[in-house]
């Protein structure tokens, strides 16, 4: 049994929210990271509470929150609307929805990342007239560069399998909002729908695999490269 026409289209929507919702979150994940190990400040403590606070909460509950936020009818949502910005039940939604759900996974795995460097080495080239954005990106960033892979892969994974949130903010809409998890989901409510989902889940965990492998291939190299130089 081959998946359908609507397990394909699943899977690119799945592919092209993860995507997306990794790719706006990094720059985002990589400095509130750096604030957390690096930086003392009034908040900080809060800070951290609301970045980890998408891992405690019922996904369903940030899903709704979202929705009070961003719906249609909510000030915020019909100003983004006003703007030609559409979020609730819409695919960017489900942008949104993926990249709140797996922003804390990336930014611990860069923060401890972080936390490993010597501030000693951060320090010498500021002493040396090196600018701070400059120390970061030639210092820190390439000795950080494997925990930032790493939480890559680990946002992009749980944007791929982000169901309740998702599900809560944007519907299920075939084609339009319905990602592999949703898919999976509405078989599993058909008689007989049981073997689609199976398809389905190997899908999933087919992409999961290869993007956890070339995670692995890409940090080794990356690791190659920085004891080599």
Known sequence: MTPDAAAWDALRLSLWVAFWATLLAIPLAVWVAWLLARKDFWGKAVLNAAVHLPLVLPPVVTGYLLLLAFGRTAPLGQALNALGIQLAFHW??????????????????????????DPKLE?????????RGMVFFRVTLPLILPGVLAGTVMGFAKAMGEFGATITFVA????????????????LQIPGGERQAVMMVLMASIVAIAAVLLAELLARRVAARIAGA
Do not use: C, H, Y
Not at 95 to 115: D, K, N, Q, S, Y
Not at 123 to 131: Q, S, Y
């Open 172 to 187: 299920n809409i075939p084609g339009k909002t319905q990602t592999l998890p949703s898919a999976i989901w509405a078989a």
């Open 123 to 131: 320090d010498t080239a500021a002493t040396l007239g090196a600018p």
């Open 92 to 117: 960017t939604g489900a942008v949104l929805a993926a990249m709140i759900m797996g922003f804390p996974l990336m930014v611990r795995a860069m923060r401890l990342a972080i936390e490993a460097v």
